[in-house]
């Protein structure tokens, strides 16, 4: 019904910005919103952000506020992850979700996800 691919990711020194692509295909008029996760090697899959399908909402995990930004770019089936100053502790794979009721902060709640994008910051 829905699918999703994301992209730019890639390797950048400490400090740097990158900006990652969500493409929604398939069915995305029943979608209600968008998120951003990211999983760690060793650690659970964590909440970054998120925003409504009409991207007059958006919300954010207290780590990334002032850092991280998501936006909808003008076509409506693209989401954005905006990442600046990064950290070697923001290094993980970052994951596109989307669902057609929920836009909160719980994984299992999301009903569609890509596959994923590196990202690796160094020092």
């Known amino acids: 019904q829905v699918q999703l691919v994301e992209s730019g990711g890639g390797v950048v020194q400490a400090g740097g910005s990158l900006r990652l692509s969500c493409a929604a295909s398939?069915?995305?008029?029943?979608?209600?919103?968008m998120a951003w996760f990211r999983q760690a090697p060793g650690k659970e899959r964590e909440f970054v952000a998120s925003?409504?399908?009409?991207?007059?909402?958006?919300n954010y995990a207290d780590s990334v506020k002032g850092r991280f930004t998501i936006s909808r770019g003008n076509a409506k089936n693209t989401v954005y992850l905006e990442m600046n100053s990064l950290e070697p502790e923001h290094t993980a794979v970052y994951y596109c979700?989307?669902?057609?009721?929920?836009?909160?902060?719980?994984?299992?709640?999301?009903?569609?996800w890509g596959q994923g994008t590196q990202v690796t910051v160094y020092s």
């Open positions: 979700a989307a669902d057609s009721v929920y836009w909160g902060t719980n994984a299992a709640e999301y009903d569609y």
């Open positions: 398939g069915r995305t008029f029943s979608l209600y919103a």
């Open positions: 925003i409504s399908w009409s991207g007059g909402s958006t």
